[in-house]
């Protein structure tokens, strides 16, 4: 009885891992970690971030689900906002204006064990969008999982991402203008 019930639980771990986040991943910029479900293709590449910033996309899709993560950069000596409830709350509803997208949920949520951001959304096509939003030094990070069945995909997704000690040492404390 005892070996079914390891048998059991093995084949359904099995079952379990092989629907989720697993190809490591990490860019050249050396910013950040994360496991996709397959290699990602990367669109709009910058290594060089200069006066007017810099975008990155990475991407992959198994089963109609999609795993998105995008970096934002902003240019270099630009002082980005603080990481406020406000500005994140602005990010995700930036989002939520976009052609074809509903907000279901949004709210603070642990990134990569910093305090970030998440929403729930709704597409036009009737898939559900679970997304994370991240600030970091001069980056914003918003992964996404579109088309999640449950969410357990994105759970694994997220829970993966992990942002570098490189880019964890770019960190600065927000200036505050007196007044």
Request: hydrophobic content about 45%.
């Amino acid at each position: 009885m005892k070996i079914q019930s390891v048998l059991g639980v093995g084949l359904a771990l099995l079952w379990c891992g092989a629907a989720l986040a697993q190809t490591p991943f990490s860019p050249t910029e050396r910013d950040f970690s994360v496991a996709f479900v397959a290699a990602p293709t990367v669109q709009a590449p910058s290594s060089v971030e200069d006066t007017v910033g810099s975008f990155r996309r990475y991407a992959t899709e198994e089963g109609g689900e999609a795993f998105v993560l995008t970096v934002d950069a902003y240019p270099a000596g630009f002082s980005a906002p603080a990481p406020t409830r406000a500005i994140y709350q602005r990010l995700a509803w930036a989002h939520a204006n976009e052609p074809g997208v509903s907000m279901i949920g949004e709210g603070p949520a642990l990134v990569s064990g910093l305090p970030g951001w998440e929403g729930t959304y709704r597409t036009a096509d009737g898939r559900t969008e679970f997304r994370h939003i991240l600030m970091v030094a001069n980056r914003i990070y918003q992964l996404s999982d579109i088309g999640a069945a449950t969410s357990a995909n994105a759970e694994a997704f997220f829970d993966s991402f992990k942002v570098s000690p490189w880019a964890m040492a770019q960190w600065r404390e927000p200036v505050r203008s007196a007044g």
